[in-house]
Nanobody, 127 residues
Framework: QVQLVESGGGLVQAGDSLRLSCAASGRTFGSYVMGWFRQAPGKEREFVAAVTWSSGYTYYADSVKGRFTISRDNAKNTVYLQMNSLKPEDTAVYYC????????????????????WGQGTQVTVSS
């Protein structure tokens, strides 16, 4: 059974940085796609970024391009989300997700293609 455990959330001010971590266990993740999503109160869960475990191909939502960077450490089975220049609108619960195998790239932004989810970590950005 795949387990995903997020950490690194917190309360920061606008313009600050945070790095989220997602520790993955229970499988060999070489063929997996890992994603980050976020959900603000009263809103739907939305895509943030994704990375393919084997090749390191990355894909970002337009709202975070140039500010957020997704990466993975194969030796540690950990995926990171480096978030810079944070804005109040980045406030949300951030979730790590995993999928076995690469789906059509256009579907990477949809929650339905991911098989496993973490419990989430809260990020709050004050103005």
């Amino acid at each position: 059974q795949v387990q995903l455990v997020e950490s690194g959330g917190g309360l920061v001010q606008a313009g600050d940085s945070l790095r989220l971590s997602c520790a993955a266990s229970g499988r060999t993740f070489g063929s997996y796609v890992m994603g980050w999503f976020r959900q603000a109160p009263g809103k739907e869960r939305e895509f943030v970024a994704a990375v393919t475990w084997s090749s390191g191909y990355t894909y970002y939502a337009d709202s975070v391009k140039g500010r957020f960077t997704i990466s993975r450490d194969n030796a540690k089975n950990t995926v990171y989300l480096q978030m810079n220049s944070l804005k109040p609108e980045d406030t949300a619960v951030y979730y790590c997700a995993a999928r076995a195998g690469l789906p059509p790239l256009v579907t990477l932004t949809t929650t339905r293609v991911y098989d496993y989810w973490g419990q989430g970590t809260q990020v709050t950005v004050s103005s």
